[in-house]
């Protein structure tokens, strides 16, 4: 589909040839479900590129699944000049994570929830998930502004959880097979960290951020959080545990 603008109800493609493909060029908007409930589904991969903005049409769930078939490894891709408005949508990468999911947006970015191999959003402005986000890979948030998360998890040997912004950081949890860093562009800091608990199975947790208020911290290696202010609940670290203030 290509065009100005583009509004799209019930998709499914690919159905009858394994590996067809979802793709949508719009120079303006794009508006994904047009009422409550829709499914948009690929057996190959799902690209929407908008020049303006990507939104849901609808105050219903909307789910979107690339590789719906489980076979292969094609992606979800959502690229926006505006913002990613998909409150409410679940996005599927894969029938049991076996494909990649990948945003970006010149400004904000929020989603329900997402279930994928690799993770990646890259926001201008916010990042907010109303739920929970599970990856088979690594997961790498980076935004402008606040990051809200709930459940954030990694699994799978040598993945990680990174989360970059000058902005506040809040999340229920983040859970990752090796490290978990937050901290600011370049390596700076974030303004603030907030997280119900931190756990990095097999690696190391990094925080660099103005305020840090953990309730509790696990992590494989070492632990270092350094800012204005911590505050850690329980700590097990199995090396180092090192605050800087």
């Known amino acids: 589909v290509s065009g100005a603008s583009a509004i799209i109800g019930n998709v499914a493609a690919g159905l009858s040839n394994p590996g067809g493909s979802l793709s949508i060029n719009a120079t303006g908007n794009v508006t994904l479900g047009k009422t409550a409930g829709n499914t948009q589904l690929a057996t190959g991969a799902i690209t929407v590129n908008a020049g303006g903005s990507i939104t849901k049409g609808d105050a219903g769930l909307l789910t979107l699944t690339a590789n719906s078939d489980g ?9 926006a000049g505006g913002a990613i408005a998909l409150a409410g949508a679940r996005l ?9 999911v990948s945003l ?51 699994n799978g040997a040598n993945n990680d959880i990174t989360v970059v912004t000058p902005g506040a950081v809040a999340a229920l949890s983040l ?57 850690l609940g329980i700590v097990s670290s199995g090396g180092n545990y090192t605050v800087s203030t």
């Open 71 to 79: 076979t292969g490894a094609e992606a979800m891709t959502l690229n």
């Open 92 to 100: 599927n990468g894969g029938t049991a994570q076996q494909s990649a």
């Open 104 to 154: 970006s947006a010149g400004s904000s970015i929020r989603i329900e929830r997402a279930t994928s191999a690799a993770f990646t959003a890259t926001a201008g402005t916010s990042f907010t998930a109303d739920n929970d986000i599970v990856a088979l890979g690594n997961a790498a948030i980076t935004a402008g502004g606040p990051v809200a998360l709930r459940a954030v998890t990694a």
């Open 175 to 231: 859970t990752a097979a090796r490290n978990v860093t937050v901290e600011g562009p370049s390596g700076s800091s974030a303004a603030s960290f907030t997280a119900g608990s931190v756990t990095a199975t097999a690696g190391a947790i990094s925080v660099r951020a103005g305020a840090t208020d953990i309730g509790s911290a696990t992590s494989g290696s070492n632990t270092t959080v350094s800012g204005t202010t911590a505050a």
